[in-house]
Nanobody
Framework: QVQLVESGGGSVQAGGSLRVSCVGP????????MGWFRQALGKEREGVAS??????????DSVKGRFTISQDNSKKSVRTVYLQMNSLKLEDTAMYYC?????????????????WGQGTQVTVSS
């Protein structure tokens, strides 16, 4: 079983920055790919960004140039993934989820990710 634990998030004014973190087990096929998804009220879950263990990243068009996904694999048994969010907009308000999977990382499709964190709220206000 893969347990993913998110932290960070919170409230920020438009134009501001936030960083969310996700910690999960390392050195497992199930965490080959780590992704960040978000879901706003009344909307479908959206794949925001993903990163493979090798460092290949992929972003949704809506966040390109503003969000950066990165990772810390210095400890083999632990995988930490970050999502740095800059120039935040009102429409970035959502629950942000960390997820992991073993295939199709660049597609950022929720069905390809098998394990999910509990989510952390990001609220952007004017």
């Amino acid at each position: 079983q893969v347990q993913l634990v998110e932290s960070g998030g919170g409230s920020v004014q438009a134009g501001g920055s936030l960083r969310v973190s996700c910690v999960g087990p390392g050195d497992m096929p199930e965490t080959y790919c780590m992704g960040w998804f978000r879901q706003a009220l009344g909307k479908e879950r959206e794949g925001v960004a993903s990163i493979t263990i090798d460092g290949a990243t992929n972003y949704a068009d809506s966040v390109k140039g503003r969000f950066t996904i990165s990772q810390d694999n210095s400890k083999k048994s632990v995988r930490t993934v970050y999502l740095q969010m800059n120039s935040l907009k009102l429409e970035d308000t959502a629950m942000y989820y960390c997820a992991s999977g073993s295939v199709f990382c660049s597609r950022r499709r929720a069905p390809d990710f098998n394990y999910w964190g509990q989510g952390t709220q990001v609220t952007v206000s004017s």
